[in-house]
C-alpha cells in the first residue's frame, strides 16, 4: 500500500464508514486491534474493521471500496498473515459469508469465500463424499484457501475445485474454471500482478462418493495426526516457509542450523516443529519478522538454500514482496 494511499485512506475514514452504513448496512469499528481477528495474535488496528455475513454484503463493500479508491483488505481467518504492529491502513473485511449447498447425488459442493476449511470437510463427510477431508486440518476459510492452494495430507485445494467465482478490481464478476487460476505448490494466480485485487465470492468443488465409515476414518487419522505432529493451542500462523525443492524440509533446514527453540521477544520457533513460530505470549510482529529473517539467513548462509516465505506480512511497514 503506498503511503499517499495510506495518508487518503485516513483522511476518508468517517466518510467510507458513512457510506457503508448508509449504502450497505454495515457498521465499521475504528481502530480495531488486529490481533484478535488472526491466529497469530500480533498486530495493531485496522483504521475500520467491517465483517460481511453474506455475499452480498461482501460484494457491496468491495465494489464500493474499488469505485471510491480505498484501499481494502479481505481476511479469512487470519491463520495465514502476520499483521505489522502499525496495523492496517484502509478497511478491513472480515469475511463471514457462509453459505453452502451440496448435492450428495452429484458430488458437487458449492460453498460461499468464508465458510471455514474444517467445515467444507465436516459437510463433505456428512453427505458421504471424499476428496475433502484435508480441509480439516486447516484453520483458515475456503476464500484464503483458493488463494493460496493450501493442502495437507497428500492433497490441495487444486485437486478438488471445480471453479471460484471472483470479483474483479473492475468490478466485474465470473465463475473461472480452476484450470485457469494457475495453481502450483501453495500458489494460485490471485497472488500475483494478474489476480491484485481480485476477491474470491465462493467456490464449487467436485467430490466422489465413498463409504462414510471410512471418510470418518480419514478424518480421526488427520485429527491424531495433528495433534502429535503440530504445536496446536499455541497462537501461530502455521508454516512459516515453503519447502525448498529438494529432499530438505524448511523445518529440517531451520533444526538443522540450531534454531529450533530460539526465542525473540515473545516470538519462539517452534520444538515440535522448526517451521513454525510461535506466540508465546506478549509477541509482537516485529518479533516474529526478526525470527523470520533470521532463518532466512541462517539457512542460506549454512545451506546455500534460500527460504521462501510460506506466511504473508501485511500492513504498515510490511515488506511488499515475498522473501
Ligand atoms: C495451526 C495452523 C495450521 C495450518 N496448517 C496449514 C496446512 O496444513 N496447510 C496449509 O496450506 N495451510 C495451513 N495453514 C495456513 C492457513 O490456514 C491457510 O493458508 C489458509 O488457507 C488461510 O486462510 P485464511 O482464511 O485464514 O486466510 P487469511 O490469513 O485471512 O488471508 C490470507 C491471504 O488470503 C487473502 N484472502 C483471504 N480471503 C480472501 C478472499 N475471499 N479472496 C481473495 N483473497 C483472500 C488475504 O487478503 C491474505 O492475503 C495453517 C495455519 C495455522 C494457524
Redesign the pocket.
Known amino acids: 500500500m503506498s503511503e499517499k494511499m495510506a495518508l487518503g485512506a485516513w483522511a476518508q475514514r468517517d466518510e467510507a464508514a458513512r457510506e457503508m452504513e448508509r449504502r450497505l448496512g454495515l457498521r465499521a469499528e475504528r481502530d480495531e486491534p488486529l490481533a484478535s481477528h488472526t ?1 497469530m495474535r500480533v498486530g495493531g488496528p485496522a483504521d475500520l474493521l467491517v465483517t460481511v455475513k453474506d455475499r452480498f454484503a461482501l460484494r457491496g463493500i468491495v465494489r464500493l471500496a474499488t469505485s471510491r479508491g480505498w484501499p481494502l ?9 502476520v499483521v505489522s504492529d502499525r496495523g492496517v491502513r484502509g478497511i478491513v473485511v472480515l ?1 463471514r459469508s457462509a453459505a453452502s449447498e451440496v448435492d450428495a447425488a452429484s458430488g458437487e459442493m458449492r460453498l460461499d ?1 468464508g465458510v471455514p ?1 474444517a467445515r467444507a470437510a465436516t459437510l463433505a463427510a456428512d453427505a458421504g463424499l471424499t476428496g475433502m477431508e484435508f480441509a480439516l ?5 475456503i ?3 483458493v ?2 492452494n ?3 495430507h497428500g492433497a490441495e485445494i487444486a485437486d478438488v475445485l471445480r471453479s471460484a467465482t471472483i470479483l474483479r478490481p473492475d468490478g466485474s464478476e465470473e465463475e473461472v474454471a480452476a484450470a485457469s487460476l494457475a495453481f502450483s505448490y ?1 500458489d494460485s494466480q ?1 497472488k500475483h500482478a494478474a489476480g491484485a485485487g ?3 465470492l465462493g467456490a464449487s468443488f467436485a467430490l466422489r462418493h465413498d463409504e462414510p465409515a471410512l471418510i470418518k476414518e480419514r478424518l480421526e487419522e488427520i485429527r491424531t495426526w495433528r495433534r502429535e505432529h ?1 504445536p ?1 493451542g499455541v497462537p ?4 512459516v516457509f515453503r519447502n525448498p525443492p529438494g529432499s530438505l524440509s524448511a523445518g529440517a533446514l531451520i533444526e538443522a542450523v540450531g534454531l529450533k527453540g530460539r526465542n525473540i521477544g515473545g516470538a519462539e520457533i517452534s520444538l515440535l516443529h522448526a517451521n513454525w513460530i510461535l506466540n508465546r505470549g506478549g509477541a509482537t510482529a516485529n518479533d516474529v519478522r526478526a525470527l523470520h529473517d533470521l532463518c532466512i539467513s541462517e539457512v542460506q548462509r549454512s545451506a546455500g538454500v534460500h527460504l521462501e516465505s510460506e506466511i ?1 506480512f ?1 500492513g504498515d511497514d510490511a515488506p511488499t514482496s515475498r522473501s
Do not use: C, D, E, K
Request: overall charge positive; charged content about 5%.
Open positions: 491466529t483488505l479481505v481476511l479469512g481467518r487470519g491463520s495465514n498473515v469475511n469465500s476449511m486440518a486447516i484453520p483458515g476459510n476464500g484464503g484457501a488463494w493460496a493450501a493442502g495437507a501453495r490471485l481480485s476477491v474470491v503440530q496446536l501461530s500462523a502455521g508454516s504473508v501485511i
